[in-house]
């Protein structure tokens, strides 16, 4: 990895790009679910989102003047084979090669990842991540852009959020295919792990110059209390969110406690096959990409059933969980939440970066995605988000002191790049640091975060 430090921000195919059914690009499975009655928390689609697709230069150009070298974003895979699998649509494969180009223009560093939830339809037909075949469907995907792209692109990331997107989709049930069940969450898990081992894999034979890496939402887990069971909890928390994921990738192997946690629950886990533990222990990463917004605080679990929620609509109270046998979320009422409940607690960071290079001492980091989501004003002109600035200011802080003592960190990417769609939180939940108007062309403006942010990347010293 070289040595310039990678400040800049970070967007998704499917949240920005828009062109949804432009130039042979194919169905994905959030095509599909935005357009259907399931749909029905916030009932709008990506179809033309931030338009980033037809306005890539002027977002990147923005980027640049705001003092960012790094630009991370995803490839929409039903735009390089339509079908999942097969048939090869050079339309799409051009304006990857266009984006690339256009951050190399401006000298900024392209960090690519290859999914980022949007499966394509086709495929999820076939069972999705369930199926072992979209495994290998992947592997095909990854090594037609490592071959495409990998001349230029020095940074790859596999899978975006192997936990969180698992628990949108087969836990809490708001992300398609809808589904409410731990066992079935965790075999579409274990796939999606599979499957970046197989692409790392694939990238190591071909030799390119560059780096590989997965993206896991990682989480400093944390109790009020300091009890044996309390512990016990976050012992517990630590295998469900995240060693589950890092281990995995870093290690080349699931922790012993977390297989033998499933087994007691009475997961069926014959979908893990002898053979896989080579193809997990050869691809292993080269760093490790993190998006980092909250801690988790967690406290025994008591009784009940297993049950999973979250805030999509911006009122009301915060994620509650409660898994059984392993641990439930606790709430510290004196903290800071923004409006759907996220704890605005910037320490969080430093806590996880500390903990992470004890487990994984010789595996770079790159904050892939650290940001707030808010109901931002466009008000003469300029949008101002005080809020952000010391959300930001918070965690970019805490993760230099970090660094100070002794993490490995590489890279730090604001989520968003400019406002773009929020998944099922629709489009008012805004992350960017350019503000997008919807109603008026997708017209862009800088927020005040944005010019915040300028200044802080142009008097940081290393
Ligand atoms: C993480 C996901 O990668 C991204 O797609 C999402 O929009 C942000 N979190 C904000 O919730």
């Keep these: 990895m070289d040595n310039k430090f990678l400040w800049g921000s970070a967007t998704a195919a499917y949240q920005c790009e828009g ?107 076939k069972g999705g991540w369930e199926n072992r075949e979209t495994t290998d469907a992947f592997e095909e995907y990854a090594k037609v852009c490592f071959k495409e792209f990998g001349d230029r692109v020095k940074y790859w990331m596999t899978i975006n959020e192997p936990n969180y997107d698992t628990l949108c989709s087969y836990a809490i049930g708001n992300y398609p295919p809808n589904v409410q069940s731990l066992s079935r969450r965790w075999h579409a898990m274990y796939h999606l792990m599979l499957a970046s081992a197989k692409a790392v894999n694939t990238y190591r034979k071909l030799g390119l110059n560059g780096e590989i890496g997965l993206v896991s939402d990682s989480y400093s887990i944390e109790a009020l209390e300091d009890t044996p069971a309390y512990n016990q909890a976050k012992k517990n928390a630590d295998l469900f969110f995240n060693r589950s994921v890092n281990d995995v990738c870093v290690y080349g192997h699931y922790p012993e406690q977390f297989i033998q946690k499933l087994v007691s629950d009475g997961v069926d886990t014959s979908y893990m096959f002898e053979e896989d533990k080579k193809i997990f222990q050869t691809g292993t990463i080269d760093f490790l990409g993190i998006n980092a917004y909250d801690r988790i605080l967690v406290k025994p679990y008591t009784s009940g059933e297993t049950i999973l929620t979250n805030n999509n609509t911006g009122t009301g109270d915060g994620p509650k969980a409660v898994i059984k046998d392993w641990f439930e979320f606790d709430d510290d009422p004196t903290t800071e939440k923004n409006p759907w409940g996220m704890e605005i607690y910037p320490k969080s960071i430093y806590d996880l970066l500390l903990e992470l290079k004890a487990l994984y001492p010789t595996t770079p980091v790159i904050i892939t995605e650290n940001g707030i989501g808010n109901y931002d004003k466009f008000i003469n002109g300029e949008i101002k988000d005080p809020y952000r600035i010391d959300y930001l200011k918070g965690f970019i802080e805490n993760m230099l002191e970090a660094k100070t003592k002794g993490c490995d960190v590489r890279g730090y990417l604001v989520w968003s790049t400019m406002d773009l769609y929020s998944w099922i939180n629709g489009y008012e939940k805004r992350y960017g640091l350019v503000y997008v108007d919807f109603d008026n062309e997708n017209q862009r403006t800088p927020k005040e975060s944005y010019y915040w942010y300028r200044d802080f990347i142009r008097n940081y010293e290393e």
């Design 19 to 125: 062109a949804w059914n432009e130039d042979g690009k194919g169905l994905s499975n959030w095509d599909v679910f935005c357009h259907s009655e399931k749909n029905n928390v916030n009932p709008v689609t990506g179809d033309v989102a931030s338009d980033h697709y037809h306005r890539y230069e002027e977002d990147i150009k923005m980027m640049a003047e705001g003092g960012q070298n790094a630009y991370r974003f995803s490839i929409a895979w039903t735009r390089i084979l339509p079908n999942g699998v097969g048939e090869v649509n050079q339309k799409g494969i051009d304006f990857y090669h266009r984006l690339i180009d256009t951050c190399l223009k401006h000298e900024i560093e392209p960090l690519v990842t290859l999914y980022h939830y949007d499966l394509p339809q086709k495929l999820f037909e």
